[in-house]
């Protein structure tokens, strides 16, 4: 079992800057796969950016490409920088771990409980 914690959303005005940070309970990512989604409100779950275990590659949405970095800190932690943030990136953002590709949603195992990220104008 993997449990995922996310932290480090807010509010940001546009233009600006958040990492969040995704911390495993209990084991580390090991061989696990990590990745980002997000869900504005009213909208499905889309992917925002993944992680080889190995950290061998890494793959962004092309709306974030450019702008977001995915990255590992250790055995346990997966950081977002997200930067240059604009009112569209406003979504609770979760984070998601899978023995497979992370891309889409039927992909993910674990989720985590998701944390708000909000840009205002």
């Known amino acids: 079992q993997v449990q995922l914690v996310e932290s480090g959303g807010g509010l940001v005005q546009a233009g600006g800057s958040l990492r969040l940070s995704c911390v495993t309970s209990g084991r580390s990512f090991g061989l696990y796969n990590v990745g980002w989604f997000r869900q504005a409100s009213g909208k499905e779950r889309e992917f925002v950016a993944t992680?080889?275990?190995?950290?061998?590659?890494t793959r962004y949405a092309d709306p974030v490409k450019g702008r977001f970095i995915i990255s590992r800190d250790g055995a346990n932690t997966v950081h977002l920088r997200m930067n240059s943030l604009k009112p569209e990136d406003t979504a609770v953002y979760y984070c998601?771990?899978?023995?497979?590709?992370?891309?889409?949603?039927?992909?993910?195992?674990?989720w985590g409980q998701g944390t708000q990220v909000t840009v205002s104008t």
């Open positions: 998601a771990a899978s023995r497979g590709v992370i891309t889409t949603t039927p992909s993910v195992d674990y």
């Open positions: 992680i080889r275990w190995d950290e061998s590659s």
